[in-house]
């Protein structure tokens, strides 16, 4: 499978004025057609130091891919930056300039004479017309290497990757047929450090490879399988999938799009039970993903905080009397002597349970960690009921 490098290129990305959203969509990408992406780069506009990184790419990798850079004022160095890694002059394209005109009458607007940059391309360049803006793409193959240079406007690099890159790369590396799939499975529970002690050989395994994400209080499990058809990625992802959810059972809540609050209304359903919550100090993190799963406002309470425990268990022993729900949780997070405590109550038909956990980490992730951990608490028990309930036939 050939390898490739997105280079992406503007000040304002290194300035933290913008989001880079342009390397995800392009790595996402190129992983369904089955090309490996070595390395992503973000550089500002300066043409030295963009061809330098040029240079450096193709020292790697096969595909070298730039965004950004392609507008017509002077701070758009892309054109001139790959033509000083090629060592080649920039050429003028007569064609590109009555594109250029031509784009601009569909606007309305008359161009000024800088647009008339963006008619110069690397010496033996290939123009790629931009029917979705004025900036015209290109690309230049080497003897190794095909570096391709396209806009850094979203909407524009979408198109233009769809309906051009993408097309033209699997004509040109035989990549019809070829494909790499990834799954993610998500865990909570657990720490990335005891989900790797259990998994930890299958992160060498090779293909499909195996990897970990650390995120507040959940981990993910990230399986992706390089194959010659999409049945066959299934199939590699099934196998792999199978290993790693013998081994961490129902540490596992849900893959790719499902979330806690998802698996929790799912088992709620099953039991046909209806939950109401009162949180207090989580920033109504958990109030917000419990609406968004889909549990009425009315069965939703978020007191202010400080509030201590016991007023926090007679408010949620109100509500699950109002609303005539089978469970109940309360959830509050306490912060005393430098010391984050989360206090878990979670009443049922089944029993009440009660949980207490502690937050080391970044002030700025404590609701997310929080919320996870408690929708995790309900599911697990709802989970043991469910197994109780079966075993007893």
């Known amino acids: 499978?050939?390898?490739a490098e997105i280079i992406a290129i503007g000040t304002e990305l290194l300035l933290g004025e913008i989001q880079d959203t342009n390397t995800q969509f392009l790595a996402r990408q190129l992983r369904d057609i089955g090309v490996d992406l070595y390395r992503s780069t973000q550089i500002g506009d300066n043409t030295e130091r963009i061809a330098a990184v040029i240079q450096e790419a193709m020292n790697r990798s096969e595909i070298i891919i730039?965004?950004?850079g392609l507008g017509p004022t002077v701070d758009d160095p892309t054109r001139e930056a790959v033509?000083?890694?090629?060592?080649v002059q920039t050429v003028y394209h007569p064609e590109l300039w009555e594109q250029i005109l031509k784009r601009y009458q569909c606007y309305s607007r008359q161009p000024t004479e800088n647009n008339r940059r963006q008619a110069y391309l690397p010496m033996n360049?290939?123009?790629?017309e931009n029917p979705v803006g004025t900036a015209p793409a290109f690309r230049v193959e080497t003897g190794e290497n095909i570096i391709i240079s396209i806009p850094g406007v979203p909407r524009e690099m979408e198109y233009l990757t769809l309906n051009a890159m993408l097309p033209f790369l699997q004509e040109r590396f035989n990549l019809k047929g070829k494909i790499i799939k990834a799954r993610v499975l998500h865990t909570a529970g657990a720490g990335e450090s005891q989900i790797d002690e259990m998994i930890g050989d299958l992160e060498t395994h090779a293909n499909p490879t195996v990897g970990l994400l650390a995120k507040p209080g959940q981990t993910d499990v990230r399986i992706t399988a390089k194959a010659e058809t999409e049945a066959q990625a299934n199939q590699m992802l099934d196998g792999m999938t199978a290993i790693v959810s013998q081994r961490l059972g129902n540490l596992i809540y849900g893959a790719d799009s499902e979330t806690l609050e998802m698996a929790?209304?799912?088992?709620?359903?099953?039991?046909?039970?209806?939950?109401?919550?009162v949180e207090s100090g989580l920033n109504e993190e958990l109030s917000i993903r419990l609406a968004n799963a889909f549990i009425p406002a009315d069965q939703i309470l978020n007191l202010p905080n400080p509030c201590d425990s016991q007023q926090l268990i007679e408010k949620l022993r109100?509500?699950?009397?109002?609303?005539?729900?089978?469970?109940?949780?309360?959830a509050r997070i306490c912060v005393q002597d430098n010391k984050n405590t989360l206090s878990l109550h979670l009443e049922t038909p089944q029993g009440i349970y009660s949980e207490t956990h502690t937050f080391g980490g970044p002030p700025a992730l404590i609701h997310l960690w929080g919320a996870n951990h408690a929708l995790n608490f309900v599911r697990l028990k709802l989970e043991n009921f469910s197994q109780s309930l079966g075993s007893n036939g």
């Open 125 to 128: 360049a290939v123009a790629i």
């Open 66 to 68: 730039t965004t950004g």
């Open 264 to 277: 929790l209304l799912k088992l709620l359903k099953s039991f046909g039970w209806h939950l109401v919550c």
């Open 1 to 3: 499978m050939p390898t």
């Open 83 to 87: 033509a000083r890694a090629l060592g």
């Open 318 to 330: 109100a509500l699950k009397s109002e609303t005539n729900a089978e469970a109940g949780l309360a």
